[in-house]
């Protein structure tokens, strides 16, 4: 049995083509050859092929140079792109159009090398009469498709010569130079990843709003983000292979946690930026490889008022209104309008005074956001409502560690949170003496201290304090400290009751009702003529909380008459029974302060049952100092 020639069979099935094809055997030019203006097009499509083979090329040339070869690049259609050989060699293969823009397929010149090896997808040696047309007969070519790294044809890599010049190994070193054309494919497919990875990274972490710096694991500073020299106010350049300890004077003890395991997670610390402590919020990541080895390590950090402004928005500490929201007509709240506004910019302090329910802490809200702090917090605190054994805690933080239940790390007080922005310290009247003293310190020292800390915090606070009370009447009974009423009553601004304002209230009553009637989701009641003018002439001793209370009830009763002015007549009783049991509290007995203090508890506890919020309300001060009165005075409920 005859054996089959695998290479006769490839070169048998190319003819049968090259008939299908009509090629004439007699055809000395391809049938498809492009014309002078799409040859730069065609260039331009080819050239990170042309670019990565030129220089294989040459280095082939180099070795065959003067023994009668020529080199030819194509494309993966077979045209043309580059051609490379003696000069004798060259100028006969141009005499038969083998040069740039000519197609070597099949179905343009029939069986050749470069065409079949693209047709048949593998490397190929043809020569001489294996040629299909009979110009070709005098050569003898070996050629090798290129692949891309998907395993798709790019073009192919040609050596021509005379016939009687066949040798095996002319094959061989086609397609030593394609596997190595095709690895430097690779080589920079793997490099254009690794660009892209990098800008990808590099973008990423330039469009972090929080301080990136990598660190080598001899502590050389080797990338540093935009943000973080933001934060230090300097360039990459001044940081860049620097030790790290240089703006991080606590390295050494985080390297010894790092390398022992331990975690550094949201930790407080100081960097030192030319020459000046500032804190951050830090967490560092080691860097390994797979031994597990340290590589280096990679910091973030937060600048602190940055955090405390994130907290702030997501906490609701930041100021809603602004001098347009505030509903007024008359011309007493018009000049207190314009004279806030003119002192909105001030840093400083502000002492609103009025009844409860004139609007004290949204006026607070409006002087805020018309001054330059508008951008950071605005802290609310009510001295009144928090036990005085917690309000240090609050108003000045903690460390961790200071007290029993202390949260790790500790907690920033209202003071921090409020850095850069607008401290409201409302019901002020309420706060302890011994808390009097320590507010005072912070006003004038511009730091704090944490509870359990020995650090010195500066901070930048406008404080705004807000009361119910006459506080000169406080510091005349020694209730309040003299020295801190100066200190935060440089602006004092007295805001009117409602009943002094009427002409206000109407405006009041169109607001209101559009409002609630929107959260209530039901229409717009109408008020009778009745109704309407007992609003107007109804003294409003709850003030603007008040009518806006009463209005709700309005829109959820659909403006019923009846049950509103059943409410109504409900509401007076209840001012004048406090009017009245005022009265005969303060003036019921003559005898020691402390002793008519003693009795008006004790009968105001009796007469309310020992309702604590009630009794509060009607001796006119907080639950929690009502509590201390009653310990003092040995009152048991």
């Given at each position: 049995?005859?054996?089959?020639?695998?290479?006769?069979?490839?070169?048998?099935?190319?003819?049968?083509?090259?008939?299908?094809?009509?090629?004439?055997?007699?055809?000395?030019?391809?049938?498809?050859?492009?014309?002078?203006?799409?040859?730069?097009?065609?260039?331009?499509?080819?050239?990170?092929?042309?670019?990565?083979?030129?220089?294989?090329?040459?280095?082939?040339?180099?070795?065959?140079?003067?023994?009668?070869?020529?080199?030819?690049?194509?494309?993966?259609?077979?045209?043309?792109?580059?051609?490379?050989?003696?000069?004798?060699?060259?100028?006969?293969?141009?005499?038969?159009?083998?040069?740039?823009?000519?197609?070597?397929n099949e179905n343009s010149i029939g069986?050749?090398?470069?065409?079949?090896?693209?047709?048949?997808?593998?490397?190929?040696?043809?020569?001489?009469?294996?040629?299909?047309?009979?110009?070709?007969?005098?050569?003898?070519?070996?050629?090798?498709?290129?692949?891309?790294?998907?395993?798709?044809?790019?073009?192919?890599?040609n050596l021509t010569g005379n016939s009687?010049?066949?040798?095996?190994?002319?094959?061989?070193?086609?397609?030593?130079?394609?596997?190595?054309?095709?690895?430097?494919?690779?080589?920079?497919?793997?490099?254009?990843?690794?660009?892209?990875?990098?800008?990808?990274?590099?973008?990423?972490?330039?469009?972090?709003?929080?301080?990136?710096?990598?660190?080598?694991?001899?502590?050389?500073?080797?990338?540093?983000?935009?943000?973080?020299?933001?934060?230090?106010?300097?360039?990459?350049?001044?940081?860049?292979?620097?030790?790290?300890?240089?703006?991080?004077?606590?390295?050494?003890?985080?390297?010894?946690?790092?390398?022992?395991?331990?975690?550094?997670?949201?930790?407080?610390?100081?960097?030192?930026?030319?020459?000046?402590?500032?804190?951050?919020?830090?967490?560092?990541?080691?860097?390994?490889?797979?031994?597990?080895?340290?590589?280096?390590?990679?910091?973030?950090?937060?600048?602190?008022?940055?955090?405390?402004?994130?907290?702030?928005?997501?906490?609701?500490?930041?100021?809603?209104?602004?001098?347009?929201?505030?509903?007024?007509?008359?011309?007493?709240?018009?000049?207190?309008?314009?004279?806030?506004?003119?002192?909105?910019?001030?840093?400083?302090?502000?002492?609103?005074?009025?009844?409860?329910?004139?609007?004290?802490?949204?006026?607070?809200?409006?002087?805020?956001?018309?001054?330059?702090?508008?951008?950071?917090?605005?802290?609310?605190?009510?001295?009144?409502?928090?036990?005085?054994?917690?309000?240090?805690?609050?108003?000045?933080?903690?460390?961790?560690?200071?007290?029993?239940?202390?949260?790790?790390?500790?907690?920033?007080?209202?003071?921090?949170?409020a850095n850069g922005g607008t401290l409201?310290?409302?019901?002020?009247?309420?706060?302890?003496?011994?808390?009097?003293?320590?507010?005072?310190?912070?006003?004038?020292?511009?730091?704090?201290?944490?509870?359990?800390?020995?650090?010195?915090?500066?901070?930048?606070?406008?404080?705004?304090?807000?009361?119910?009370?006459?506080?000169?009447?406080?510091?005349?009974?020694?209730?309040?400290?003299?020295?801190?009423?100066?200190?935060?009553?440089?602006?004092?601004?007295?805001?009117?009751?409602?009943?002094?304002?009427?002409?206000?209230?109407?405006?009041?009553?169109?607001?209101?009702?559009?409002?609630?009637?929107?959260?209530?989701?039901?229409?717009?009641?109408?008020?009778?003529?009745?109704?309407?003018?007992?609003?107007?002439?109804?003294?409003?001793?709850?003030?603007?909380?008040?009518?806006?209370?009463?209005?709700?009830?309005?829109?959820?009763?659909?403006?019923?008459?009846?049950?509103?002015?059943?409410?109504?007549?409900?509401?007076?009783?209840?001012?004048?029974?406090?009017?009245?049991?005022?009265?005969?509290?303060?003036?019921?007995?003559?005898?020691?302060?402390?002793?008519?203090?003693?009795?008006?508890?004790?009968?105001?506890?009796?007469?309310?049952?020992?309702?604590?919020?009630?009794?509060?309300?009607?001796?006119?001060?907080?639950?929690?100092?009502?509590?201390?009165?009653?310990?003092?005075?040995?009152?048991?409920?």
């Amino acid at each position: 049995m005859k054996k089959i020639n695998y290479h006769d069979e490839i070169i048998k099935k190319s003819h049968e083509r090259s008939n299908e094809y009509g090629i004439e055997i007699n055809r000395v030019y391809p049938k498809k050859i492009l014309s002078k203006e799409e040859i730069p097009i065609l260039i331009k499509r080819n050239r990170d092929l042309i670019r990565i083979a030129s220089p294989f090329m040459k280095i082939l040339y180099d070795f065959l140079e003067g023994s009668g070869f020529f080199i030819v690049l194509t494309d993966n259609e077979g045209c043309i792109l580059s051609t490379i050989g003696d000069k004798d060699i060259i100028l006969a293969a141009k005499e038969m159009n083998l040069d740039v823009g000519a197609y070597m397929n099949e179905n343009s010149i029939g069986t050749n090398a470069m065409g079949t090896a693209i047709k048949e997808d593998m490397p190929i040696q043809i020569s001489a009469k294996e040629h299909f047309i009979t110009a070709y007969h005098r050569w003898t070519c070996s050629a090798a498709p290129i692949h891309n790294i998907k395993g798709e044809i790019i073009g192919t890599l040609n050596l021509t010569g005379n016939s009687n010049l066949v040798h095996p190994h002319t094959l061989g070193l086609v397609v030593a130079a394609v596997r190595s054309i095709e690895n430097q494919i690779k080589s920079d497919e793997a490099n254009n990843r690794l660009i892209e990875t990098y800008s990808y990274l590099n973008t990423i972490i330039e469009s972090i709003n929080f301080g990136i710096i990598a660190v080598d694991k001899d502590g050389l500073i080797k990338n540093i983000n935009g943000a973080a020299c933001s934060m230090f106010n300097c360039s990459k350049d001044y940081l860049n292979e620097q030790h790290v300890q240089r703006i991080l004077p606590s390295w050494n003890e985080i390297e010894m946690k790092i390398k022992s395991g331990n975690k550094i997670v949201d930790e407080e610390i100081h960097f030192k930026i030319n020459g000046k402590s500032q804190k951050y919020i830090i967490n560092i990541h080691p860097i390994k490889d797979e031994k597990d080895s340290l590589l280096g390590t990679v910091i973030s950090f937060k600048n602190m008022q940055n955090v405390y402004n994130l907290i702030n928005k997501y906490t609701g500490m930041k100021a809603r209104y602004t001098f347009e929201d505030i509903i007024y007509k008359s011309s007493s709240m018009g000049k207190i309008i314009e004279y806030s506004k003119s002192i909105a910019d001030s840093p400083s302090t502000v002492l609103i005074t009025g009844e409860s329910g004139t609007g004290k802490e949204i006026l607070a809200q409006a002087i805020h956001n018309s001054s330059s702090r508008k951008d950071n917090g605005f802290v609310a605190i009510n001295c009144g409502a928090i036990p005085q054994n917690l309000i240090e805690s609050e108003l000045f933080g903690y460390d961790e560690g200071a007290f029993t239940g202390a949260k790790k790390g500790g907690n920033p007080g209202k003071f921090e949170l409020a850095n850069g922005g607008t401290l409201f310290l409302d019901e002020i009247g309420e706060m302890t003496p011994d808390m009097q003293v320590k507010l005072l310190r912070a006003l004038q020292e511009g730091c704090i201290t944490r509870i359990g800390g020995s650090k010195y915090i500066e901070v930048d606070v406008r404080i705004i304090a807000a009361t119910n009370r006459n506080l000169l009447s406080e510091v005349q009974r020694g209730n309040f400290r003299e020295d801190l009423y100066y200190r935060i009553s440089v602006i004092p601004i007295l805001l009117p009751p409602l009943r002094e304002r009427r002409e206000d209230i109407p405006l009041l009553i169109e607001h209101f009702l559009e409002l609630k009637s929107l959260k209530l989701k039901k229409p717009i009641p109408k008020l009778n003529q009745l109704l309407y003018d007992k609003i107007l002439s109804y003294n409003w001793w709850g003030n603007i909380r008040e009518l806006e209370n009463f209005i709700e009830s309005a829109v959820n009763f659909n403006g019923n008459t009846e049950f509103l002015m059943n409410k109504f007549q409900d509401l007076n009783e209840i001012k004048e029974d406090k009017v009245y049991e005022r009265n005969t509290l303060s003036d019921e007995f003559i005898g020691p302060l402390e002793e008519l203090e003693r009795r008006a508890i004790i009968n105001c506890l009796k007469k309310y049952e020992n309702n604590i919020t009630k009794c509060s309300k009607i001796l006119n001060i907080s639950r929690n100092t009502l509590y201390l009165k009653m310990k003092k005075y040995n009152i048991d409920l």
